[in-house]
């Protein structure tokens, strides 16, 4: 923890998150090995050196904690460079996700996760918490910036678009667009010929498969100097996924949720539990209708409702007040915040 | 309102709808003044004399009132001939919900809307009240029952599919596929046609445009024999909709939640507004943790949230109980139920 810039005259508070994970436990080596024990984590391969790093042992490296710290820091200094001159939490939230989604080291954007046919394919989404506009994008290739695409549609008539369709809409707009070879990187695409060449069940991944490849899965929640929250999220989705599958993140209630009377709310984990017990707005409904603070809504709806379906996964929430609340059920998440002291924090695992 | 039949054993009930609108302002006459006004009602369109019906003066002809009431009344049967059997909830709806898609009266399955290029492409969701279990699709095309591939969906590692991946899982699964002839009714068909003839601005569709073409969307919750309520909403979405847009009925929390510690709720209307209020789960979450009622959560719902966002539309929504709660702020919704006692009851015009 350390004292951030000198800009502590708005009330304006920033956080984001990087994906949650087991990361304690786990164990790199050989590539063909890092399932092994049904505890992967697909984070550790992003890092340069982190297929084979021998000085990597029971987590992160030094060096990849520090590159992790290092694009956390970056992504909330975007984000609150924009706060700190009276910017709007919308854009706060769009310039830290974007960050975050060029950065190869994520789940989103350019280093994304591919899907079966070894693709990848993004889903973004964005909400302001006045009068609750929103907009997102499911399953569109070739956008540098999802969390762009969907700030468009959020100034469309629409609040959802998916598939190719997004991909037109987001090129008629003037997105930048990338090749595929932009997207893919060399340890995603290693990561999916591992997973293919494996049988997999249509019926029934196991658990496992499910736990290991969501993570990375970025986000961002804002508070501006007008006192309107903001929340963006912004994933590949779930490794050698099939079928055209969606997760929480570009779902409104689900992955991302921000109302000026309760909270702004940005999700990562396992997606489809987040979409059955509509996580973001559960955590916002418990502000608005229990009268609970924000720590007990969050805890309420990971500990309580989420694991209650078995699943796990993290939230990052903010309050109208600006006080920042870190909730997982993984034994890590990254994470970072800069409060509205502008004390910047950064932060991996779940006893940080 | 008649007496159902002698099913009156078990304590089930089941309740649908098939859109929300403005009824009684509807004035049908030729195809080209339909719109005028800026209130059409393109429902009306999808009775067999309606075009140019000329016994038509401010609303319903008495003919098409009956074959509403009697396609409502055939659902309701569907879905309660299951229940009388010990039957799951789930069956019930997906029973009540097919047939509607297969009635061409309706914007779901056959007789759905054409969306901007002219292709049927539906969206469907499923939800099960007792451990949140849910399924969906978005922006399929050419599966006969939408309704039947969400719960497919259900019963895999996934939630939400969507676009071709979906239809390809449909596929996989052996449902019921037909050729685009199937689903478009000629009356869809010069719909389109007026529609595209237009100029519609990319930017911004007139209200008019927004609130006249979503209604027919049909939908079913429904309380069996073991005390599990069910959801489940199926539509063709937003005729002329353009880039892959999806509305509110596929969505978990938005159209279609059901959880047994309050209520079942399958929504109607303009599916953005649902989507931005997250208004399913927003019912059950105002039912859950301020103890109100259902028809109170509905009603401040429908006439708080959704008329906040200057939006419309409707919901049908069931508590454990069994309690149907029919909430609108149309002048009018397609509805009916079987309540506890084997009443049957079918409406469409609000005051009814």
Redesign the interface.
């Known amino acids: 923890m350390s004292k951030g810039g000198p800009h502590g005259e708005p009330r304006v508070a920033i956080a984001v998150h990087g994906g949650a994970g087991r990361l304690l436990r786990a164990r790199p080596g050989p590539s063909t090995n890092v399932r092994a024990g049904g505890r992967s984590n697909e984070l550790l391969a992003e890092t340069p050196r982190a297929a084979a790093s021998p000085d990597v042992a029971g987590g992160l490296s030094q060096e990849q904690q520090a590159h992790y710290h290092s694009e956390l820091r970056r992504a909330l200094e975007a984000g609150h460079a924009v706060l700190a001159q009276s910017g709007s939490s919308l854009d706060a939230v769009v310039a830290a996700v974007a960050l975050l989604e060029d950065s190869p080291g994520f789940n989103a954007g350019r280093g994304s996760v591919l899907n079966h046919e070894g693709h990848v394919e993004m889903d973004a989404c964005i909400?302001h918490g006045q009068?609750?506009?929103?907009g997102a994008v499911?399953?569109v290739r070739g956008v540098r910036n999802p969390v762009l695409a969907a700030r468009e549609v959020m100034?469309?008539?629409?609040?959802?678009?998916?598939?190719?369709?997004?991909e037109?809409?987001a090129q008629?707009r003037n997105l930048r667009m990338e090749t595929p070879e932009y997207f893919v990187t060399a340890s995603r695409l290693s990561q999916w010929r591992r997973l293919v060449g494996e049988p997999v069940a249509?019926?029934?991944?196991p658990a496992a498969e499910?736990d290991g490849h969501e993570f990375g899965t970025v986000g961002a929640v804002a508070l501006d100097a007008h006192g309107d929250l903001a929340a963006a999220t912004s994933t590949g989705g779930l490794a050698n996924?099939?079928?055209?599958?969606?997760?929480d993140s570009p779902?409104?209630?689900?992955g991302t949720?921000a109302d000026n009377r309760s909270a702004a709310v940005s999700a990562t984990g396992q997606?489809?539990a987040f979409?059955?017990?509509?996580a973001a707005?559960?955590i916002c409904?418990?502000v608005r209708?229990?009268g609970v603070t924000l720590t007990e809504a969050v805890r309420a709806v990971i500990d309580g409702e989420l694991a209650a379906?078995g699943a796990s996964g993290g939230v990052i929430a903010m309050d109208r007040d600006g006080n920042v609340v870190f909730g997982m059920n993984d034994l890590g998440m990254f994470r970072g915040s800069i409060d509205v002291h502008g004390v910047v924090t950064t932060a991996i695992y779940a006893d940080e």
């Open positions: 909400m009068g609750l506009r929103s499911a399953g100034n469309s008539p629409y609040v959802l678009l998916a598939g190719s369709g997004a037109s809409f008629e249509d019926d029934e991944l499910q996924k099939r079928w055209g599958r969606v997760g779902i409104v209630g689900a949720y997606g489809e979409l059955r017990i509509a707005h559960d409904a418990r209708y229990l379906v």
